[in-house]
């Protein structure tokens, strides 16, 4: 049996098409699958590492990258990255005050030393304390 496809700018099309008739029907159902998701999710851990490290070893990142080069990286920004960054960032408030309160609530009062004149030793010192201490709170070792 020989292998044979239809038109690919056809197919490109309905695909176009489908999928944006599909978008109330997708959120309707990946809402009501929230649960199998994260259960099934949680549940693969040891298939997402052994996925992870065969990918590491085939070097398959770095390929993909060199295989994409800039002119698609910046093609995809133009086409949509600048809608979706605004309208993500619009949305993202509240969670990141979630996220970020447990952190801020744990540096806050750290003494990270004297500031000092402009380069100096001492304001890269601080900026190191301030960087330590930010990691150990995300880390809940402060």
């Known amino acids: 049996m020989v292998v044979k496809f239809r038109d690919l700018g056809q197919s490109a099309t ?15 159902n990946a ?15 040891d298939n997402w590492a052994q996925g992870v490290q065969g990918a590491i070893t085939r070097g398959s990142f770095a390929s993909g990258v060199t295989k994409a080069g800039p002119g698609k990286y910046s093609a995809q920004v133009t086409a949509f990255g600048q809608s979706r960054f605004s309208d993500g960032i619009s949305k993202a408030g509240a969670s990141w005050q979630k996220g970020f309160s447990p952190i801020a609530q744990s540096v806050a009062g750290k003494d990270i030393g004297p500031r000092g004149p402009r ?22 070792t402060a």
């Open 14 to 28: 309905k695909l176009q098409t489908n999928g944006q008739n599909a978008s109330q029907r997708y959120a309707t």
């Open 31 to 45: 809402v009501a699958s929230a649960g199998d998701w994260a259960t099934n999710t949680a549940a693969s851990g």
């Open 119 to 140: 380069g100096s030793q001492a304001n890269y010192d601080r900026a190191k304390n301030m960087a330590q201490a930010f990691r150990a709170a995300k880390l809940g």
